[in-house]
């Protein structure tokens, strides 16, 4: 329960971010690749994100222990950090049509789900998310964030719960009853799908 305090960092802002000391500041903090780079002060260029999140993860967290961390790593997929444990999520393939604001839905259904009660993390590293029933708030993430490439405007104009539940189903996901739960209203206002 309570609130939390989200945070977004951009490349040109990474500097002002670590100098005003506001790493230390939120609960959950979403950055992409490149900018958990900078933010850790690593000049690791080989471009290997485990080593690259699990140090970011190491400098940050010495002066903020309870961060959550995101970090997107655009198609190659995501990272969830919390409470020492570290996931890798795939991306939910789509037909491509632009990728601006795909951080943003990301990161949009992510906040959602926490707020609709889904656990943050999955419990396990997934290669692929059809493997498994779609159940954290990251899953609900990564779908809006598929969804979203699929447009070419910055924010999909068609995007309602109805017809991201929809996007699933085309998907042929599956989904656990607390996952189900999120779209409740929809599914009630919805015809079930054939």
Known sequence: GGSRYVASV???????????GARDLPDLLAVKIDEARNLA??????GDPDKIINRSI????ASNPGLIM???NGAKGSFCYQDGRLEYHSVLPAEVRSTVGAGDAFLAGIITGICCGLPLQKGASINDITEKPLSSAVDLGTLLASLSVTSSDTIHPEIDASFLLQYAFSKGLSFSDGFLKVFRQCLKQSPSRS
């Open 70 to 72: 995101l970090v997107t």
């Open 41 to 46: 002060g690593s000049e690791d260029e080989s």
């Open 58 to 61: 190491e400098t940050i967290s």
């Open 10 to 20: 951009l490349a040109s802002e990474v500097d002002a971010f670590k100098k005003q």
